[in-house]
């Protein structure tokens, strides 16, 4: 049978097809729907991690137990993945696992774009990229083989258009897994020192077998066509230049660490010139180069953003190709949703003039007009420890209101161990949890403060409370945000308070409940008196439209907000 899959819908269905019974993540574009998939099939335990290293770390230990597993995050999440990644290396695996790094070339929704094919040569285990829905079927199927094969772990590189690009896909049936026994090895899998030198032995021992491997792995193909051009290419890179230069001759390679060298040798020195296509760095065309082989790459095409047909064609052959135009389309920022909880917060932290060390989240939107707010964003979780940089290094009129603010699942992802630091450090801040009890930026998944599982099992909430009191806060509240006088008040006393302070600001998000509130707004033409205080809100349900402020009552879902900022009372509930 055949089937219309995303690229992530593919490899949910590889691990289901390849006998996987356990995978792990943690959501981020462009990787979620793996997971989301991956919990559809019964067959297999499917967990939202509380991040990445732990996600790494539970398939991680499925495999070690004996049975086949996999997890998957965004790019930037096998940064926090690392650590266990580097190690697990060197311990190599009982059953198979993959780990799946979705790319995100251009950054359509991620603060970097960086290249992971570097992490599987640090780390020297092997990396497949698939070009297709198909092939992220086949390769995920394939990874745990070599996986198997060569014991270690197996990555493999998805890109933003491969993940959420549709493509035909042969489905096939589920081959049960045949449980691996575990064996107690600690010479293998406890890397003290004196174990972890005997291992790293093992590891070069298994890259020379790998690179022998690689020269004939059927993933690597060769697609002749004109002997004047030849394109060494991989995952995405591989669709664009297949559409630009059609008549070109292709070394298309599934495997890219390690590279098919002696493979390459020989496709160079059948063609006039060689252009290497890959995006973002020249991950291939260094090592092409350093093996002697002359070949174009970085010199003609960006190392920056996505490549394109278009881009490829006019960059190799000079051919510009006009892109039809649907006419100026009107400039249209991301904007947090009407009813937003989080917008009455940073409202509350523009009036206290505050200084606002922000993180990874739909709030990070607070940054652009007209809220204003956000003063920083660099990484999960780092809102709490950049703002104790914040005030060892300003003055003290501006240090002592700082604040810090993250999301519920940011917090539990890796900003609980920065306010054990501040505790533990004295630091005068002021952290702000906003607890929408949904992971809400990916796509609204479950995480420990929502109460449910991936897999829709009740569990106990998380208390953010309890815990912040627990780590030693002296002031801890919890607030109602939509409250606009109690927020006041509250952040008012947490930024006075002379210690760590942190404030929950809990209440859902309205795309989760959207029927929270008992009606939408109006405004009453006659005692409006177009001051447009309204509009500092930042609420998209509010307008100018024929020289008058307008609420939108197909966006708005009754906030109060707006009502709460009018000086002249002018806005009103309705509730039909």
């Known amino acids: 049978m055949k089937k219309l899959l995303s690229g992530n819908e593919a490899i949910a269905r ?23 998939n991956v919990a559809t099939y019964k067959e297999i335990y499917a967990e939202w991690s ?28 096998v940064n926090v993945a690392s650590d266990a990644l580097m190690t697990a290396s060197y311990t190599g695996i009982n059953a198979g696992m993959v780990l799946i790094s979705a790319d995100d070339p251009g950054m359509h929704s991620s603060q970097n774009e960086q290249d992971n094919r570097y992490y599987a040569k640090f780390a020297q285990v092997p ?5 297709s829905s198909q092939e992220a079927k086949d390769f995920t199927k394939l990874a745990l083989e070599i996986s198997e094969l060569f014991d270690t772990v197996v990555m493999i590189r998805m890109s933003t258009r491969i993940c959420h690009g549709k493509g035909v896909v042969q489905l096939e049936d589920r081959v049960p897994y045949m449980k691996k026994d575990y064996t107690k090895e600690p010479a293998k899998y406890v890397m003290i020192p004196g174990h972890a030198r005997k291992r790293h032995v093992i590891v070069k021992a298994r890259n020379a077998k790998l690179k022998e491997y690689v020269e ?12 004047d051009i030849g394109i060494i290419t991989s995952g995405v890179s591989y669709a664009y230049a297949r559409e630009a230069l059609p008549d070109a001759s292709f070394l298309k390679l599934g495997m890219t660490n390690p590279l098919p060298i002696n493979k390459i040798k020989s496709f160079v020195q059948d063609h006039q010139t060689v252009y290497v296509v890959e995006e973002l760095e020249p991950f291939m065309e260094e090592q092409i180069e350093a093996a002697g082989l002359k070949v174009f790459g970085k010199d003609v095409l ?16 000079g051919v510009k190709t006009d892109v039809p135009q ?12 009407a009813g937003c909880p989080h917008r009455a917060v940073f409202n509350a932290l523009r009036k206290h003039r505050t200084t606002v060390s922000g993180d990874i989240g739909c709030y990070t939107l607070s940054t ?23 005030i060892r290094s300003m003055d003290k009129r501006k240090a002592d209101r700082v604040v810090s603010v993250l999301g519920d699942s940011t917090f539990i992802h890796s900003g609980i161990p920065s306010l054990v630091n501040a505790v533990y450090n004295q630091a005068k801040i002021t952290v702000v949890i906003l607890d929408n009890r949904i992971t809400a930026m990916t796509g609204h998944q479950e995480n420990p403060g929502s109460g449910k599982t991936l897999l829709g099992d009740d569990v106990k909430p998380f208390d953010f409370e309890a815990v912040s009191r627990a780590i030693g806060a002296g002031y801890v509240r919890t607030v109602d945000p939509i409250d606009g006088m109690e927020l006041d008040r509250v952040i008012g006393e947490a930024i006075e308070y002379q210690g760590t302070a942190v404030v929950i600001a809990k209440r859902p998000c309205v795309l989760v409940e959207p029927n929270q509130f008992p009606g939408i ?25 024929d020289g008058m402020v307008t609420i939108d009552q197909n966006l708005c879902f009754g906030c109060s907000l707006c009502q709460q900022v009018c000086p002249q009372d002018a806005i009103h509930r309705i509730t039909s």
Do not use: W
């Not at 574009?29 to 989301?36: A, G, H, Q, V």
């Not at 990396?127 to 070009?131: C, G, H, I, K, V």
């Not at 649907?326 to 949703?337: A, Y």
């Not at 652009?368 to 914040?390: E, K, R, V, W, Y």
């Open 14 to 36: 590889g691990a289901f097809e390849a006998g996987v019974d356990i995978a792990a993540a943690y959501p981020g574009t462009p990787s979620t729907e793996i997971l989301e």
């Open 50 to 77: 509380v991040n990445e290293k732990v996600a790494f770390e539970v398939a991680f230990g499925a495999a070690v137990g004996g049975k086949r597993s996999l997890a998957a995050m965004k790019h930037v999440g």
């Open 127 to 131: 990396m497949l990229e698939p070009s």
């Open 216 to 227: 004939n792995v059927p993933v690597n193909i060769i697609e002749k066509g004109s002997s």
């Open 302 to 317: 960006p190392d920056v953003g996505e490549l394109s047909p278009e881009l490829i064609r006019e960059r190799i052959l």
């Open 326 to 337: 649907n006419g100026e389309l009107p400039g249209r920022p991301p904007v947090m949703c």
């Open 368 to 390: 652009l007009p007209p809220l204003n707010t956000m003063d920083s964003c660099l990484c999960m979780g780092a809102s709490i420890g950049m703002a104790q940089g914040f």
């Open 521 to 545: 707004m109006k405004i009453d033409k006659e005692l409006c008196t177009e001051c447009k205080l309204c509009l500092r809100v930042g609420c998209p349900s509010i307008s100018i439209h």
